[in-house]
């Protein structure tokens, strides 16, 4: 398992465990993430967010350059048949990668978790089956 963080974390103390400090849109983060695992990922979770500023424009717009990094980064990062697990803070820019990211899989929804705190605009798009298309 291998995770990335902008800033260092400190990984559980096992042995398949690698943590990793970087920007995934930084093409070296991604070979280390690749070298680290072998290959492609069976799974990839990404909780990634971007940093709030208060002023919903902006905010909208990081999503939205968020996520559209995230599905270039799918095709480099999931082996085929592979599932993604993606989180997703609720506005338009969320629905147009949905619309991008469903074709690319078997099987896929967007899900909102009951352990949810209330009142959050977080969901999931879950992802099964990975197809070699682009994102």
């Known amino acids: 398992m291998v995770g990335v963080d902008l800033v260092a974390i400190e990984p559980l103390d096992l042995a398949n465990v690698i943590a990793l400090q970087g920007d995934l849109a930084q093409p070296n983060v991604i070979e280390a993430v690749l070298e680290a695992l072998g290959g492609p990922a069976d799974v990839l979770l990404c909780d990634a967010a971007p940093k709030l500023t208060g002023v919903r424009a902006t905010d909208r717009a990081r999503e939205e350059s968020l996520l559209q990094s995230i599905g270039e980064l799918v095709p480099k990062l999931l082996k085929p048949g592979g599932t993604l697990l ?47 298309v682009s994102a």
């Open 86 to 132: 993606l989180k997703l803070m609720d506005g338009p820019e969320v629905d147009a990668a949905v619309r991008r990211l469903r074709p690319c899989f078997e099987k896929a929804k967007t899900v909102r978790p009951e352990a949810s705190r209330k009142g959050t605009s977080e969901r999931y798009l879950v992802g099964w089956g990975y197809r070699t």
